[in-house]
T-cell receptor, first 116, second 114 residues
Framework: NAGVTQTPKFQVLKTGQSMTLQCAQD?????MYWYRQDPGMGLRLIYY???????DKGEVPNGYNVSRLNKREFSLRLESAAPSQTSVYFC???????????????FGQGTRLTVV | GESVGLHLPTLSVQEGDNSIINCAYS??????FIWYKQESGKGPQFIID?????DKRQGQRVTVLLNKTVKHLSLQIAATQPGDSAVYFC?????????????FGSGTQLTVLP
């Protein structure tokens, strides 16, 4: 059982380049999330998908787009990368739309992105 | 806007001692809280959670206390071990849009001294 798998683990981009971060979960979870983590800070929500076919903006959506390809996969796209998007990106999934006991989010290992 | 914050950015404890990590939250509508542990180079890992209708919840070597009056959350780790060294985040759960979201604090770096 792999849990939440993110690819790639590391990436360096030049300003203006585009790329897609991939995320897949094998836990049959309904909801999926993309967070970014900057040094010395907590995780900030970029976008989330409550269920297959729906996506919503989080706290910091500017400069990003997402696609919930199917129940398993949720991708994050940077159309024109900027140095301010240098960060570690985490994908997460949870079983239910409504949080309750023991319905915590499970996180991937992260993608370390540097934009030069 | 609403935010979750931590009182101390770093905490050092002797191996075998108990650790207490504190967290303040400001969203009075939050009704669910989670503590996560993040080791270097890894994603956050669930430790324990608590609903707002509870004051205390215990797990294996960990206890979470919730004081809704002062909007304060704490994580207690008993008999701290070297493997407990990590960054600890509290997160509050709020309803937004079509799904609930987690809002994270900035984290506390726990270092266990030999």
């Amino acid at each position: 059982n792999a849990g939440v798998t993110q690819t790639p683990k590391f990436q360096v981009l030049k300003t203006g380049q585009s790329m897609t971060l991939q995320c897949a979960q094998d836990m049959n979870h309904n909801s999926m999330y993309w967070y970014r983590q900057d040094p010395g800070m907590g995780l900030r929500l970029i976008y989330y998908s409550a269920s297959e076919g729906t996506t919503d903006k989080g706290e910091v959506p500017n400069g990003y787009n997402v696609s919930r390809l199917n129940k398993r996969e949720f991708s994050l796209r940077l159309e024109s990368a900027a140095p301010s998007q240098t960060s570690v990106y985490f994908c997460a999934s949870s079983l239910q739309r409504q949080w309750g006991m023991n319905t915590e989010a499970f996180f991937g290992q992260g993608t370390r992105l540097t934009v030069v | 806007g609403e935010s979750v914050g931590l009182h101390l950015p770093t905490l050092s404890v002797q191996e075998g001692d108990n650790s207490i990590i504190n967290c303040a939250y400001s969203n009075s509508a939050s009704d669910y809280f989670i503590w996560y542990k993040q080791e270097s180079g890894k994603g956050p890992q669930f430790i324990i959670d608590i609903r707002s209708n509870m004051d205390k919840r215990q797990g294996q070597r960990v206890t979470v206390l919730l004081n809704k009056t002062v909007k304060h959350l704490s994580l207690q780790i008993a008999a701290t071990q070297p493997g407990d060294s990590a960054v600890y985040f509290c997160a509050e759960n709020s309803e937004a849009g079509s799904a609930r979201q987690l809002t994270f604090g900035s984290g506390t770096q726990l270092t266990v001294l030999p």
